[in-house]
């Protein structure tokens, strides 16, 4: 699939558990992707420094629904929920919020994606990260695929980037 094709991506009202189909306002939204985030034509991405690139698809015939995220020969898993529940929170958050990625051995940064993405205070009470010893990095792989989705904005530094809700 060409960068300038368009995709359409459904609410959840009308199939459950479409990726960001919550916080679409219309039934269907037009947007311009780099794919279609499925097994055979998932989004390709960079991470927020633009430093590496990785593929993320949504698996929903998973139990629970996954995004899938290959990042070069390592598969990294995590809820389909992320997506709602990540940008629900940034628009209550109100204001930037800094990414502070980091592996599943290393403690996240307090008050960062990273920290929330594994926090019992989050909606799943817990990691949205599903494979075991690799769990982490939730605030390096999701925040450009909420941009990919027209959901936030985000910095794009060498170090210490931010996201916001749009």
């Known amino acids: 699939m060409r960068t300038d094709e368009r995709v359409r991506l459904e609410t959840p009202a ?5 990726v960001a189909g919550a916080v679409l306002a219309d039934d269907v939204r037009m947007l311009h992707m ?10 390709l991405l960079k991470t ?8 993320m698809y949504a698996d929903r015939e998973a139990d629970p629904p996954l995004l899938v995220c290959q990042v070069g020969a390592t598969k990294l898993t995590y809820l389909l929920r992320a997506v709602d529940d990540l940008l629900a929170m940034l628009k209550e958050h109100g204001g930037w919020m800094e990414l502070g990625a980091a592996d599943e051995q290393k403690p996240g940064k307090d008050g960062t994606v990273e920290a929330w993405g594994r926090a019992e205070s989050n ?14 990095r939730f605030g390096m792989y999701l925040p450009p695929l909420l941009e990919e989705l027209g959901l936030v904005e985000l910095e794009h530094k060498p170090r210490g980037n931010r996201l916001r809700a749009v």
Not at 14 to 18: E, F, K, L, P, Y
Not at 34 to 43: E, I, L, Q, R, Y
Not at 49 to 55: L, V
Request: glycine share 24%; aromatic share 14%.
């Open 14 to 18: 009308r199939r459950a558990g479409r």
């Open 34 to 43: 780099s794919g279609a985030g499925t097994k055979d034509a998932p989004w």
């Open 48 to 55: 927020p420094p633009g430093t590496s690139e990785y593929t």
């Open 123 to 136: 909606p799943v009470g817990g990691w949205y990260g599903q494979r075991k010893g690799y769990r982490g």
